[in-house]
């Protein structure tokens, strides 16, 4: 019973997008200790390379893969899905906001957080199906959010995204579900990374209600990888077309 671990990755390949920071960091990170080979990918290869830095090798002591991608670029999505060896796990993690209330939401603004939040994944699956990419069997998992359903004011180009992002899902596990292909999505609440940054609200605001979460804090990446690994293994295996809250209890 020793070697018995229902959640190995091992013997899998695994993309995961937005892995050069935050939640998409600490998902390859976990992945690849699970003894997954992944393929990074994200704008900026420094910080893709410090996140290969934290990682073991994959089991079979293949190499990870680093390559960068802007993934609002269509060429970009090509090249990328180009150097790509056949997948079983995808996360489509990659994600930004920026909070605006109604009335002065920004047709720019909006159009980068549509593009990257929702068109991007969509444009990002489309050319993995077509060219043949994740095999059967696969799992792929997007880091959707806890905001499509829980609104803040200021949220709502972001919580629209992502609630897109979840019946978009949805439509995808039905579509690939002869081939056994798996498709789920994760939804955390507040997550302490970068992307807090982007929000005009100041730490201590953030402080003040992360006490409002019935567990006391806001999550750290760490908290959100084993379930991406569970998503991805086959533990998982009878789940499809399900979105999960994650969430230290603020969504109940
Ligand atoms: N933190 C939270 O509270 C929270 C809560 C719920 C959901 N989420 C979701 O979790 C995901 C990860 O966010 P995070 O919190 O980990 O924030 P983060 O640290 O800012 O990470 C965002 C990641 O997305 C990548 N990215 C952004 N635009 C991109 C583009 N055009 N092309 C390729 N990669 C791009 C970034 O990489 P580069 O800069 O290198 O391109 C970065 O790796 C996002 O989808 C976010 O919406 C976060």
Known sequence: MKDYN????????????GASSGIGRGIAVECAKMGARVVLSGRN?????ETLSQMPLAENKEAHLVVPADLANTESIDAL????????GVVQNAGINKRM???????GDMQNILRTNLESPILLQKALLKKKKIADGGSVVFTASL???????????????KAGIIAYAKTLAVELASRKIRVNCILPGMVWTDILNNTKIDTE???ENEKTYPLGRYGVPADISPLAVYLLSEASSWMTGTSINIDGGAGV
């Open 6 to 17: 229902p959640f190995s990755l091992c013997g899998k390949t695994v993309l995961v997008t």
């Open 45 to 49: 290869e420094e910080q893709l390379c």
């Open 81 to 88: 899905v180009a150097q790509l060896p056949k997948l079983e």
């Open 101 to 107: 209330t109604c009335q002065f939401i920004k047709e």
């Open 147 to 161: 905001a499509a359903w829980r609104q803040t004011p200021g949220n709502a180009v972001y919580s629209a995204s």
């Open 205 to 207: 605001t953030y402080r």
